[in-house]
């Protein structure tokens, strides 16, 4: 069985106070070392604070990575660099990157190779706008992004590497995908992953992400491909965070419980 993930994503919100106490509203719910993992991914300037402030069952992540090891890059931050500070995970890919930074599928995959050199856990971020979902394109883009790492992963590196499928039009919109748009989209993804290598293809987790929160996870993480969530807005707070975590475990007890 896949274990379950949940990871934040603060994006471009914290300060140190707030860290602070999320850290101490996390700790007193932490749902984290019950059989699901649990990652934070905030701005880099608060890796090292989450680094040296999470309990030890809080993966500690990063929101983007340079492409590049080393050089001549003024205001990049290297795979090494961030392990160096404590993070063990990074997200690759964020469409609002894609989507506002000019990040193409080649600079995604250099990204990819950067993470996985240093041993980080990237989550690479995939999906189709709005326009693009209405012109029955979601497959097609899905596909090629997908294709730009597929030959990056394979069964040994697959417990490492997450992919997450976060359509555009559910981000931070409020419009989340319903349980049977995103298991679409999943099973999809997962029968890509297969053609490549089936043994990969069955332990990779693929997280739903596009305004999941705690009243709609149950319903998203029972689907049968997907394996939690990526979390915009709701892990902002501990609490909504932690309420979707809690989802997680539910889930999980009623899994191990069959
Ligand atoms: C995200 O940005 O990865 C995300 C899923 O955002 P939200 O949960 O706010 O939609």
Redesign the pocket.
């Known amino acids: 069985m896949r274990k379950f993930m949940v990871a934040g994503?603060w994006?471009l919100h914290g300060s140190e106070s707030m860290l602070k106490n999320w850290m101490a509203d996390f700790v007193t719910n932490d749902q984290s070392a019950k059989g699901i993992d649990v990652a934070l991914c905030v701005p880099f300037l608060y890796v090292p604070q989450l680094s040296d402030s999470a309990p030890r069952s809080l993966i500690v992540g990063a929101q983007d990575v340079s492409a590049h090891a080393s050089g001549a890059h003024t205001g990049e931050i290297s795979a090494a660099m961030l392990k160096d500070v404590g993070a063990q995970l990074v997200?690759i890919g964020?469409?609002?990157r894609r989507q506002h930074h000019g990040e193409d599928d080649a600079l995604v995959r250099a990204k990819f190779k950067q993470a996985l050199a240093q041993g980080l856990m990237p989550i690479i971020?995939v999906g189709e706008s709005q326009q693009q979902r209405e012109n029955n394109e979601t497959f097609a883009v899905i596909e090629r992004q997908l294709a730009a790492v597929i030959d990056l992963l394979d069964a040994d590196n697959a417990g490492q590497c997450l992919l997450?499928y976060?359509p555009i039009w559910?981000?931070?919109?409020g419009l989340t995908a319903s349980a049977e748009q995103a298991q679409e989209v999943h099973q999809f993804i997962r029968s890509q992953l297969a053609s490549k290598d089936v043994t990969m293809a069955r332990q990779i987790r693929l997280l739903y992400?596009?305004?999941?929160?705690g009243s709609n996870a149950f319903e998203l993480f029972s689907m049968p491909d997907v394996d939690g969530?990526?979390?915009?807005?709701?892990?902002l707070a501990a609490e909504d965070f932690v309420a979707i975590c809690r989802q997680a475990n539910k889930l999980l007890d009623k899994k191990q419980s069959n």
């Open positions: 994503n994006k997200l964020h469409s609002e971020c997450a976060e559910a981000i931070g919109t992400g596009g305004s999941c929160k969530g990526l979390i915009g807005g709701a892990s």
